[in-house]
């Protein structure tokens, strides 16, 4: 096996726990929001199999692009002064750079 190869499996390795802790984190702090116990454990769990799955495909780059994203649309939505405002606009900046993150990996791909 080529020292590539095996440098790339421990790095998918190390993605998974960071893709979690991120997105369970995600899902438990939706669930504060909406001020619900069982929305907290649900989400929470949903979010960390999600990101288990992304880390184990190698996303740690996407990752990031995502929580800047909801870091962004969270600012601008707690600018406005409404908490279901505030929701929308995170899972909203969490989308769009989401997608704007896989369209720009796609075009530097292709140069």
Same mark, same amino acid.
């Given at each position: 096996m080529?020292?590539?190869q &095996?440098?790339? +499996?421990?790095k998918? +390795?190390n993605d $998974?726990? @960071? %893709?979690?802790?991120?997105? !369970?984190?995600t899902?438990?702090l $939706?669930?504060?929001? #909406? &001020?619900?116990?069982m =929305? /907290?454990i =649900?989400?929470g *769990?949903l979010?960390?199999?999600?990101g288990?799955?992304v !880390?184990?495909?190698?996303?740690?780059v @996407? *990752? $990031? #692009? $995502?929580?800047f994203?909801?870091? /962004? !649309?969270?600012?601008? %939505?707690? +600018?406005s002064?409404?908490? &279901?405002?505030? #929701? /929308?606009a995170a899972?909203t900046g969490?989308? #769009? =750079?989401g @997608?704007?993150g =896989?369209?720009?990996?796609l075009f530097?791909?292709?140069?």
């Amino acid at each position: 096996m080529k020292k590539s190869q &095996d440098l790339s +499996r421990i790095k998918s +390795r190390n993605d $998974i726990p @960071f %893709g979690t802790l991120l997105m !369970g984190t995600t899902g438990v702090l $939706i669930g504060v929001v #909406i &001020d619900s116990e069982m =929305a /907290m454990i =649900a989400v929470g *769990l949903l979010g960390s199999l999600i990101g288990g799955l992304v !880390g184990w495909a190698g996303g740690r780059v @996407f *990752l $990031i #692009i $995502i929580c800047f994203g909801v870091l /962004m !649309g969270a600012f601008l %939505g707690y +600018r406005s002064g409404d908490r &279901d405002i505030l #929701i /929308m606009a995170a899972g909203t900046g969490g989308a #769009i =750079a989401g @997608f704007m993150g =896989a369209q720009g990996s796609l075009f530097l791909k292709n140069k």
